[in-house]
């Protein structure tokens, strides 16, 4: 088993940055994959990035030259730089872990892009 827990979204204006992180209970190079992904209000769970053990990274389209994502493996830590935030970008953000045989999720912290 393994916990996930992300912390450091907030409300802030468009053109603003944040940098949510989701640290792990034990250590994140026993997780192969790590990802963010957003849910915002009436909409599905959407894929925003993801980076394997490796380094390897993949965004989405929309994200794509505003978000950054990056893991400490020293600190068991994930974290997504977020850039020139957009209304569009307000949502619920996960973190997930996937292993061979398992996704863990944690339980989201909120981010609000508004003025």
């Known amino acids: 088993q393994v916990q996930l827990v992300e912390s450091g979204g907030g409300l802030v204006q468009p053109g603003g940055s944040l940098r949510p992180s989701c640290a792990l209970s034990?250590?994140?190079?026993?997780?192969?994959?790590m990802g963010w992904y957003r849910q915002a209000p009436g909409k599905q769970r959407e894929l925003v990035a993801t980076i394997t053990s490796g380094g390897t990274t993949n965004y989405a389209d929309s994200v794509k030259g505003r978000f950054t994502i990056s893991r400490d493996n020293a600190k068991n830590t994930m974290y997504l730089q977020m850039n020139s935030l957009k209304p569009e970008d307000t949502a619920v953000y996960y973190c997930?872990?996937?292993?061979?045989?398992?996704?863990?999720w944690g339980q989201g912290t909120q981010v609000t892009v508004s003025s």
């Open positions: 997930k872990g996937s292993t061979v045989v398992y996704d863990y």
């Open positions: 034990r250590s994140i190079l026993s997780i192969p994959r």
